[in-house]
């Protein structure tokens, strides 16, 4: 039988490891906007090189989650841990899938006639990378206040996102060199929409894990 401390242990290294993973999706976000605007061929490979870890990673927190569920039977804020680390990594799971698709197609793309809507991508990068830091914060923390920021972040996201779109059918009516590219830049600006869709589940089970509610309903509540 599991010894008190040897739980105690694994709680932590769930969290450790929930948090190691949530940095570096952060990380490659960011870094697929460098490749895009900056022509930053390493720092798309960096995030295609690491997806294969991260894909370990991540399946290794699911099997520490369903461990400690199925076996411990954790109870109360350690259960409310446990089940947010459960959500979290899987939201977790496609931002960096996103993000290794989007650093395939920037090294695939002729990223100098892309150039002129590369700046907009690199905006949106940033601003789902920010949204992913926030939740993850709060989830670490327990400042729902930061986790509650994220929502109306989305806002500026899906903004650029229609700004984007708007260009792109611009350059497609101009026929500019720009135009080849347009579709894998449509492409990448829905994926980084769709991450910050992602940032705001993250910051609900930060509220959840904090508070022990999810989208104001108390765990066990009926809807």
Same mark, same amino acid.
């Given at each position: 039988? $599991?010894?008190?401390?040897?739980?105690?242990?694994?709680?932590? *290294?769930?969290?450790?490891?929930?948090?190691? $993973?949530?940095?570096?999706?952060?990380?490659?976000?960011?870094?697929?906007?460098?490749?895009? #605007?900056?022509?930053?061929?390493?720092? %798309?490979?960096?995030?295609?090189?690491?997806?294969?870890?991260?894909?370990?990673?991540?399946?290794?927190?699911?099997?520490?989650?369903?461990?400690? !569920?199925?076996?411990? *039977?954790?109870?109360?804020?350690? @259960?409310?841990?446990?089940?947010?680390?459960?959500?979290?990594? /899987?939201?977790?799971?496609?931002?960096?899938?996103?993000?290794?698709?989007?650093?395939? @197609?920037?090294?695939?793309?002729?990223?100098? =006639?892309?150039?002129?809507? #590369?700046?907009?991508?690199?905006?949106?990068?940033?601003?789902?990378?920010?949204?992913?830091?926030?939740?993850?914060?709060?989830?670490?923390?327990?400042?729902?206040?930061?986790?509650?920021?994220?929502?109306?972040?989305?806002?500026? @996201?899906?903004?650029?996102?229609?700004?984007?779109?708007?260009?792109?059918?611009?350059?497609? =009516?101009?026929?500019?060199?720009?135009?080849?590219?347009?579709?894998?830049? @449509? /492409?990448?600006?829905?994926?980084?929409?769709?991450?910050?869709?992602?940032?705001?589940?993250?910051?609900?089970?930060?509220?959840?894990? %904090?508070?022990? /509610?999810?989208?104001?309903? %108390? !765990?066990?509540?009926?809807?």
């Amino acid at each position: 039988m $599991i010894t008190r401390s040897s739980y105690t242990k694994q709680l932590e *290294q769930l969290d450790g490891h929930v948090k190691a $993973i949530s940095r570096a999706v952060v990380e490659d976000v960011r870094a697929t906007g460098r490749a895009l #605007a900056e022509e930053d061929e390493e720092a %798309a490979s960096e995030v295609i090189d690491g997806h294969d870890v991260a894909i370990r990673l991540e399946r290794s927190v699911e099997d520490s989650c369903m461990g400690l !569920m199925l076996l411990q *039977q954790p109870l109360a804020r350690d @259960l409310r841990l446990v089940t947010a680390a459960f959500r979290a990594i /899987t939201d977790l799971s496609r931002i960096e899938q996103m993000a290794y698709e989007t650093a395939l @197609l920037a090294r695939e793309m002729d990223i100098h =006639k892309a150039h002129p809507l #590369a700046n907009d991508l690199l905006l949106m990068s940033n601003r789902a990378a920010a949204m992913v830091e926030a939740a993850m914060d709060s989830f670490e923390t327990g400042d729902v206040a930061k986790a509650e920021d994220v929502f109306p972040m989305d806002d500026s @996201l899906d903004d650029l996102y229609e700004r984007v779109r708007g260009e792109v059918v611009d350059v497609l =009516k101009s026929d500019s060199d720009a135009a080849s590219e347009a579709p894998e830049v @449509l /492409t990448i600006a829905k994926y980084y929409e769709r991450m910050g869709d992602h940032a705001q589940s993250l910051a609900d089970w930060a509220i959840f894990r %904090a508070t022990g /509610t999810y989208r104001g309903h %108390a !765990m066990g509540d009926k809807e």
